[in-house]
C-alpha cells in the first residue's frame, strides 16, 4: 500500500511538472531551494547555544582570569565591549557564577584580605604592613563599588609611623577617587556615608581627613561632614526650594480655579510669598486671683498661777524693787497663733512654633480682556478666600485685566496647521501614486493576457471536426488531403489545450524567421 501510494504521488508529481512551463518549473524549484535553506538555517540557529553576559564592565585583570577558568573548564565563550564583557551559554550562566564565585572572582580589579592567607618566607614585618594596606585598600574598594552610582573606584590610604612623642604623632588620611556610571550622581549623603565607611575600616582615621574625588577632578567631600558653611547653604537651597513649591502650588490652584470662570488660558496667576523658618519656643505662666487652699488657727488662754514663777522685767531680776501698781496675787495669759495657705492660679504653655509659617504673601493676576468693576471684586474676593490674603500681616493683592499679545501662539497654531496639511497631502499623495501604479499593472497584465488570447484563437480558428471539414468540400479529397485535415485538427486540439507551450513555440519560431 505504502509503495503504491508513493508511485502514485511520483506520478501525480511528475504529470504536474510536465504541465509547467520553464518560467514555473524554474519558480517552483528556486522556492523549493529557498525552503529547504531557510529549514536549514533555523534548525542550525535553534541548536546553537544562546550566549548571554556572565559578567559585565571587568577589569582586565579579573577579565583574564575568568577566561583562564573557563578555558579549564571547557566551556564556550564570548567576548564583547573591547574586552571588559564575557559572554557564556545560558544554560550555564548561574552555575558558572558560583563556580567562579567560589573562587573568589571577580575580585573587582582588587586585592583583598585573601592575600593574608599566602605566608611568604623571610617575610619582614614591614612588608607584612604594607601587604596588609594594600589588602585593606582593596576590601573598602569591593565595599564602596557596590554603591549603585559608582562604576569604578580607588582607595589610597596613608598610615604614618606611631610616635613615642604626642607632639610629633600624625593623624592618618585617605583618599578616594570614585568613577561614576553615566549620568549618576552622588548625594551629599553617600559621600559621606563613604568617608564614614573609609574611616571605619583603617584605625586611627577620622571621616574628615577623608577625601573624596570623581575622575573630573571634583572634590565631592568638600563641605560635607558637618561643616557649618555646607549645613547653612543645604538649609538655604531647602528653604528656597519650600518656598518655589509653595508659590507654585498657590499659582496651579488659583489659577485651575479662575479658568473655570473666565476660559482656558485667559489669566494668569503669580504669587510671591515669604516664609518664616524661624523655630520658637514660647513657655507662659500666669498667675490668677488668690484664693484660700487651707486655713489653721490656734488659741492658748491661761490665769491664776498658772504663769511661770517670778514677775519678768526689773521686779523680777531686781530684790526691793517694787513696781507701782503691781499686784501680789496671779494673772492672765492668751497666745492666738492663724495660719492660712492661699490657692495660687497658675497658667503654664510650653509650645513650639514649627517653622515655615507664612510671614507674607503677594499674589498679581492678570485677567485676558476688559473687566468691570463687579467682576474684578468678584474675582478679588475668590483669590483671596482661595490664597488666605491676611491684610492685617501686609499681603497684597492685585487684579487686571488687559488684552494678552497672542501672536506667538497663532503663529504657532497656523505652522502646526500647515504641517499637518503638508503630511496629509503626503499621505495622500503616496497612496495614490500606490494605487496608480497597482491599477497600471493591472492594466498591462490584463491586455497582455487578452492579446495572447486573440492570438491563441486566431491560430486555433473556428473549432471544425473531420466530417465537417470533408462536407464542405464539393469534390472528393485525395489521402494527402486527408492527411493534412487531420493534422490540422491535431493542431486545433493541441492548440486547445495548451495554449501558452504553443504561443511560446509561435514566438521562438518568428523570432528565428526575423533573424
Given at each position: 500500500?505504502?509503495?503504491?501510494?508513493?508511485?502514485?504521488?511520483?506520478?501525480?508529481l511528475l504529470?504536474?511538472?510536465?504541465?509547467?512551463?520553464?518560467?514555473?518549473?524554474?519558480l517552483?524549484?528556486?522556492?523549493?531551494?529557498?525552503?529547504?535553506?531557510?529549514?536549514?538555517?533555523?534548525?542550525?540557529?535553534?541548536?546553537?547555544?544562546?550566549?548571554?553576559?556572565?559578567y559585565?564592565?571587568?577589569?582586565?585583570?579579573?577579565?583574564?582570569?575568568?577566561i583562564?577558568?573557563?578555558?579549564?573548564?571547557?566551556?564556550?565563550?564570548?567576548?564583547?565591549?573591547?574586552?571588559?564583557?564575557?559572554l557564556?551559554?545560558?544554560?550555564?550562566?548561574?552555575?558558572?557564577?558560583?563556580?567562579?564565585?567560589?573562587?573568589g572572582?571577580p575580585?573587582?580589579?582588587?586585592?583583598g584580605?585573601?592575600?593574608?592567607?599566602?605566608?611568604r618566607?623571610?617575610?619582614?614585618?614591614?612588608?607584612?604592613?604594607?601587604?596588609?594596606?594594600?589588602?585593606?585598600?582593596?576590601?573598602l574598594?569591593?565595599?564602596?563599588?557596590?554603591?549603585?552610582?559608582v562604576?569604578?573606584?580607588?582607595?589610597?590610604?596613608?598610615?604614618?609611623?606611631?610616635?613615642?612623642?604626642?607632639?610629633?604623632?600624625?593623624?592618618?588620611?585617605?583618599?578616594?577617587?570614585?568613577?561614576?556610571?553615566?549620568?549618576?550622581?552622588?548625594?551629599?549623603?553617600q559621600?559621606?556615608?563613604?568617608?564614614?565607611?573609609?574611616?571605619?575600616?583603617?584605625?586611627?582615621?577620622?571621616p574628615?581627613?577623608?577625601?573624596?574625588?570623581?575622575?573630573?577632578?571634583?572634590?565631592?567631600?568638600?563641605?560635607?561632614?558637618?561643616?557649618?558653611?555646607s549645613?547653612?547653604?543645604?538649609?538655604?537651597?531647602?528653604?528656597?526650594?519650600?518656598?518655589?513649591e509653595?508659590?507654585?502650588?498657590?499659582?496651579?490652584?488659583?489659577?485651575?480655579?479662575l479658568?473655570?470662570v473666565?476660559?482656558q488660558?485667559?489669566?494668569?496667576?503669580?504669587?510671591?510669598?515669604?516664609?518664616?523658618?524661624?523655630?520658637?519656643e514660647i513657655?507662659?505662666e500666669?498667675?490668677?486671683?488668690?484664693?484660700?487652699?487651707?486655713?489653721q488657727?490656734?488659741?492658748?488662754?491661761?490665769?491664776?498661777n498658772?504663769?511661770?514663777?517670778?514677775?519678768?522685767?526689773?521686779?523680777?531680776?531686781?530684790?526691793?524693787?517694787?513696781?507701782?501698781?503691781?499686784q501680789?496675787?496671779?494673772?492672765?495669759y492668751q497666745?492666738?497663733?492663724?495660719?492660712?495657705?492661699?490657692?495660687?492660679?497658675?497658667?503654664?504653655e510650653?509650645?513650639?512654633?514649627?517653622?515655615?509659617?507664612?510671614?507674607?504673601?503677594?499674589?498679581?493676576?492678570?485677567?485676558?480682556g476688559?473687566?468691570?468693576?463687579?467682576k474684578?471684586?468678584?474675582?478679588?474676593?475668590?483669590?483671596?478666600?482661595?490664597?488666605?490674603?491676611?491684610?492685617?500681616?501686609?499681603d497684597?493683592?492685585?487684579?487686571?485685566?488687559?488684552?494678552?499679545?497672542?501672536t506667538?501662539?497663532?503663529?504657532?497654531?497656523?505652522?502646526?496647521?500647515?504641517?499637518?496639511?503638508?503630511?496629509?497631502?503626503?499621505?495622500?499623495?503616496?497612496?495614490?501614486?500606490?494605487?496608480?501604479?497597482?491599477?497600471?499593472?493591472?492594466?498591462?497584465?490584463?491586455?497582455?493576457?487578452r492579446?495572447?488570447?486573440?492570438?491563441?484563437?486566431?491560430?486555433?480558428?473556428?473549432?471544425?471536426?473531420?466530417?465537417?471539414?470533408?462536407?464542405?468540400?464539393?469534390?472528393?479529397?485525395?489521402?494527402?488531403e486527408?492527411?493534412?485535415?487531420?493534422?490540422?485538427?491535431?493542431?486545433?486540439?493541441?492548440?486547445?489545450?495548451?495554449?501558452?507551450?504553443?504561443?511560446?513555440?509561435?514566438?521562438?519560431?518568428?523570432?528565428?524567421?526575423?533573424?
Open positions: 500500500m505504502v509503495k503504491e501510494f508513493l508511485l502514485k504521488c511520483r506520478e501525480t504529470e504536474r511538472w510536465n504541465k509547467l512551463d520553464s518560467k514555473q518549473r524554474i517552483f524549484a528556486g522556492g523549493v531551494l529557498l525552503i529547504l535553506l531557510v529549514t536549514v538555517y533555523l534548525i542550525v540557529v535553534a541548536s546553537r547555544p544562546k550566549f548571554v553576559p556572565l559585565t564592565n571587568l577589569d582586565q585583570q579579573d577579565a583574564a582570569a575568568i583562564e577558568q573557563l578555558k579549564e573548564k571547557k566551556v564556550a565563550y564570548r567576548l564583547s565591549d573591547d574586552g571588559s564583557t564575557v557564556v551559554p545560558e544554560s550555564q550562566k548561574y552555575e558558572l557564577r558560583l563556580e567562579l564565585a567560589n573562587q572572582l575580585k573587582g580589579g582588587s586585592v584580605f585573601e592575600t593574608l592567607n599566602q605566608n618566607f623571610g617575610e619582614t614585618e614591614s612588608e607584612r604592613k604594607a601587604r596588609y594596606l594594600i589588602a585593606l585598600q582593596g576590601e574598594e569591593r565595599t564602596i563599588r557596590r554603591l549603585d552610582a562604576d569604578d573606584v580607588r582607595v589610597h590610604i596613608v598610615a604614618p609611623e606611631p610616635s613615642l612623642f604626642i607632639e610629633q604623632s600624625k593623624d592618618a588620611t585617605a583618599a578616594v577617587l570614585v568613577k561614576l556610571k553615566p549620568g549618576r550622581s552622588l548625594q551629599d549623603q559621600v559621606e556615608g563613604i568617608m564614614r565607611i573609609v574611616a571605619a575600616g583603617v584605625e586611627g582615621l577620622k574628615e581627613n577623608v577625601t573624596v574625588v570623581d575622575t573630573q577632578g571634583n572634590v565631592l567631600s568638600e563641605g560635607v561632614g558637618g561643616q557649618g558653611i549645613q547653612t547653604s543645604k538649609l538655604t537651597a531647602n528653604q528656597m526650594q519650600l518656598v518655589q509653595y508659590e507654585k502650588q498657590l499659582e496651579k490652584s488659583i489659577q485651575s480655579m479658568e473655570r473666565v476660559g488660558g485667559k489669566v494668569v496667576v503669580r504669587a510671591n510669598a515669604t516664609l518664616d523658618f524661624d523655630q520658637v513657655k507662659n500666669v498667675y490668677g486671683d488668690k484664693q484660700i487652699r487651707s486655713q488657727q490656734t488659741e492658748e488662754i491661761s490665769s491664776g498658772a504663769n511661770p514663777q517670778g514677775v519678768t522685767g526689773t521686779a523680777g531680776n531686781i530684790p526691793l524693787y517694787a513696781q507701782p501698781g503691781a501680789a496675787g496671779g494673772g492672765q497666745k492666738t497663733e492663724k495660719t492660712t495657705n492661699y490657692e495660687v492660679d497658675k497658667n503654664s510650653h509650645r513650639i512654633v514649627a517653622p515655615g509659617q507664612v510671614k507674607q504673601l503677594s499674589v498679581a493676576v492678570v485677567v485676558d476688559q473687566l468691570d468693576l463687579l474684578q471684586r468678584e474675582i478679588e474676593n475668590l483669590v483671596t478666600a482661595a490664597a488666605g490674603i491676611n491684610q492685617s500681616r501686609g497684597n493683592l492685585t487684579v487686571t485685566s488687559m488684552p494678552f499679545n497672542t506667538w501662539s497663532q503663529q504657532m497654531a497656523k505652522e502646526m496647521a500647515a504641517a499637518r496639511r503638508r503630511d496629509q497631502l503626503l499621505k495622500f499623495g503616496v497612496t495614490a501614486a500606490v494605487i496608480i501604479g497597482l491599477g497600471l499593472a493591472l492594466w498591462f497584465v490584463l491586455k497582455r493576457r492579446r495572447e488570447k486573440e492570438e491563441i484563437d486566431y491560430l486555433a480558428g473556428p473549432a471544425m471536426s473531420l466530417d465537417e471539414v470533408l462536407a464542405t468540400k464539393e469534390t472528393e479529397l485525395s489521402p494527402e486527408k492527411e493534412r485535415a487531420r493534422m490540422v485538427e491535431h493542431i486545433q486540439n493541441l492548440v486547445r489545450q495548451s495554449p501558452k507551450e504553443v504561443a511560446q513555440l509561435l514566438k521562438t519560431w518568428l523570432g528565428e524567421e526575423s533573424r
